[in-house]
């Protein structure tokens, strides 16, 4: 009689546990997009610039939204679809181009920069530096554009005219190798190296080459014109009231090599099933793009995170300590109006992409309610 309720009272209590446990993972997913819509409804208004978020889970979509409008005149919403600048985020399809052309034997990593641009002033100044430590930002070249006092000539200044004055160096900020400083005219210099091996156009080949493989139909590099179809504006917030600041208005927007590339979320979905993928290259270099980098000479405090292609640590951030100890991958973006990050947690099997017009970077709104509700740990 004893063992007959004890057993009976055991089932129950298994019923019981099993049902909240399916319950709580119904609830979670629901009380996810609850929380994130709160948050992102203090970040964007219907009638002002906003943004579009994707969060997955290996192919099960967990979040997607959009926000506000892509274009203050047109009144266009920003959707999924939508096609902004992505900043820096640029760098990686540099980077990958570069691989590319490695694989292909067009080039070695370890070529000397002088290789492509034998006219330096001061040759033995940067004599040490390789493509290498340009992927890496540890080349130590220092960025000596004077943008803030010639702002007129940089609003149209192209990847060269944005590499042209690294050439007149006449000292380097550390030892290549050594440290990390992060750098948008080095890669002006890598998508000209990309010209200048392939004998095309770097726009042209990045599209051939990673682009088209991948699915990105939407996406594109600026030449010196800026997308005109289903495409936001980027705006900052001036005396309470938004200005556009974009393609223009912001200096260094037509210098494409570090931040010209212009895609969607829908786009950056199949970038990353792309990389899960290896649609545009061979899976030993995917491995390679996700493994830090460490210079046989590294004396910086600074933990080495970069691979030279994305930022890799532990956390959400790169050099600040957080609570979750999660993996990350990833590469964020930041010019004129527009923010922009693409994160991939592998242990997770989690990928996040979020895209923005209003000059608010909403990273932290996301990593907090993952965190809270248990995505991450």
Same mark, same amino acid.
């Given at each position: 009689m004893f063992i007959h309720f004890y057993l009976k009272a055991k089932a129950s209590l298994f019923l019981i546990l099993t049902t909240t446990f399916i319950c709580y993972g119904q609830n979670r997913e629901e009380l996810l997009k609850t929380k994130l819509d709160s948050a992102f409804s203090k970040v964007f208004n219907e009638n002002d610039p906003g943004g579009s978020i994707l969060i997955q889970q290996g192919d099960k979509i967990l979040y997607e939204n959009s926000f506000g409008?892509?274009?203050? =005149?047109? =009144?266009?919403?920003?959707?999924?679809?939508?096609?902004?600048n992505l900043g820096s985020i640029t760098k990686t399809f540099v980077s990958y181009g570069i691989l590319i052309l490695r694989n292909k034997k067009k080039l070695s990593l370890e070529d000397p920069l002088l290789k492509f641009f034998p006219d330096f002033k001061n040759r033995k100044v940067v004599s040490g530096i390789t493509l290498r430590h340009l992927l890496s930002h540890t080349s130590g070249l220092p960025d000596i554009r004077h943008v803030d006092k010639d702002s007129i000539f940089y609003l149209t200044a192209k990847d060269e005219e944005?590499?042209?004055?690294?050439?007149?160096?006449?000292?380097?900020?550390?030892?290549?190798?050594?440290?990390?400083?992060?750098?948008?005219?080095?890669?002006?210099?890598?998508?000209?190296?990309?010209?200048?091996?392939?004998?095309?156009?770097?726009?042209?080949?990045?599209?051939?080459?990673?682009?088209?493989?991948?699915g990105m139909k939407n996406t594109t590099i600026t030449d010196g014109s800026f997308p005109d179809k289903g495409v936001a504006h980027g705006y900052v917030l001036r005396k309470n009231a938004y200005e556009e600041y974009d393609y223009g208005e912001s200096p260094t927007f037509a210098?494409?090599?570090?931040?010209?590339? &212009?895609?969607?979320?829908?786009?950056?979905?199949?970038y990353i099933s792309a990389l899960q993928q290896c649609k545009f290259t061979d899976?030993?270099?995917?491995?390679?793009?996700?493994?830090? &980098? =460490?210079?046989?000479?590294?004396?910086?405090? =600074?933990?080495?995170?970069?691979?030279?292609?994305?930022?890799?640590?532990?956390?959400?951030?790169?050099?600040?300590?957080?609570?979750?100890k999660v993996k990350v991958i990833e590469h964020a973006g930041d010019q004129g109006g527009f923010k922009s990050h693409l994160m991939i947690i592998p242990e997770k099997q989690m990928s996040i992409v979020w895209l923005t017009n209003n000059n608010a970077f909403i990273t932290g709104h996301i990593r907090r309610i993952l965190l809270q509700l248990k995505y991450i740990e």
């Open positions: 409008l892509a274009d203050l =005149k047109t =009144k266009e919403k920003f959707t999924n679809k939508t096609v902004s944005n590499f042209n004055p690294l050439k007149l160096t006449d000292s380097l900020e550390f030892e290549p190798g050594t440290k990390s400083n992060y750098s948008n005219p080095a890669y002006n210099g890598l998508a000209l190296i990309i010209e200048k091996t392939s004998h095309t156009k770097w726009q042209h080949f990045i599209a051939e080459n990673i682009f088209k493989p991948s210098a494409a090599g570090n931040g010209g590339v &212009w895609s969607s979320v829908e786009d950056l979905k199949k899976c030993k270099t995917i491995e390679e793009s996700k493994t830090v &980098w =460490k210079p046989s000479n590294w004396k910086s405090e =600074k933990m080495a995170d970069h691979t030279g292609i994305w930022f890799v640590h532990n956390g959400f951030y790169s050099g600040i300590k957080t609570e979750e």
